[in-house]
């Protein structure tokens, strides 16, 4: 079976450009988490996707958004980029969207703002 | 506000002698607790997790966890660490009514030869 996939794994993006990011959850599982992780950190909840609706958004500003479509696959959009944005964004996905089942994460975006 | 606290930002340990990290958390309720490791260029993989019921539980790779709900931590221990072992910890919690989880900053395992 297939992991979770995230593309692109690398990217540089200028301040104030948007960029947008991949997720490929496994094949079934209909829940899509992002999270931010950050040196020192650790990760930041950013927003949780099922069956298309978002049912929950992390304290991010509005310039974060995200959605999921019919397959499941997700993506996130930051638009107005800034320095403070560079980071690793992750995605997990799971089955249900149940916590009590396990989240698979991928390997990860590394965005770079320049 | 619902927290979590990992207080050892780094921890050394030679290869062989035992491990224990720490977690400690800020939740209104029990919530899921989970320990995640992070290696170098690799996902997030888990370890183990607590519902409910027995309060040590066993992970893969040989870890373990103790939930102490008086203490509101649940704690990661291993017994003989391994270099393979070098790796950075994330201890989580979280609850069904919100849907996510909640991260402490991690732990970074270094292992002395």
């Known amino acids: 079976k297939a992991g979770v996939t995230q593309t692109p794994r690398y990217l540089i993006k200028t301040r104030g450009q948007q960029v947008t990011l991949s997720c490929s959850p496994i094949s079934g599982h209909r829940s899509v988490s992002w999270y931010q992780q950050t040196p020192g950190q650790g990760l930041q909840f950013l927003f949780e996707?099922?069956?298309?609706?978002?049912?929950n958004k992390g304290n991010f500003p509005g310039r974060f958004s995200g959605r999921q479509f019919s397959n499941s696959r997700s993506e996130m959009n930051v638009s107005t980029l800034e320095l403070g944005d560079s980071a690793l964004y992750l995605c997990a996905s799971s089955p249900g969207g149940r916590l009590n089942t396990e989240a698979f994460f991928g390997q990860g975006t590394r965005l770079t703002v320049v | 506000a619902q927290s979590v606290t990992q207080p050892d930002i780094h921890i050394t340990v030679s290869e062989g002698a035992s491990l224990e990290l720490r977690c400690n958390y800020s939740?209104?309720?029990?919530?899921?607790l989970f320990w995640y490791v992070q290696s170098p260029g690799q996902g997030l993989q888990l370890l183990l997790k607590y519902f409910s019921g027995d309060t040590l539980v066993q992970g893969i790779k040989g870890f373990e966890a103790e939930f102490k709900r008086s203490q509101s931590s649940f704690n990661l221990r291993k017994p003989s660490v391994h270099w393979s072992d070098a790796a950075e910890y994330f201890c989580a919690v979280g609850m069904d009514s919100n849907y996510q989880l909640i991260w402490g900053a991690g732990t970074k395992l270094i292992i002395k030869p």
């Open positions: 939740y209104g309720a029990t919530p899921y």
């Open positions: 996707y099922f069956s298309e609706t978002q049912r």
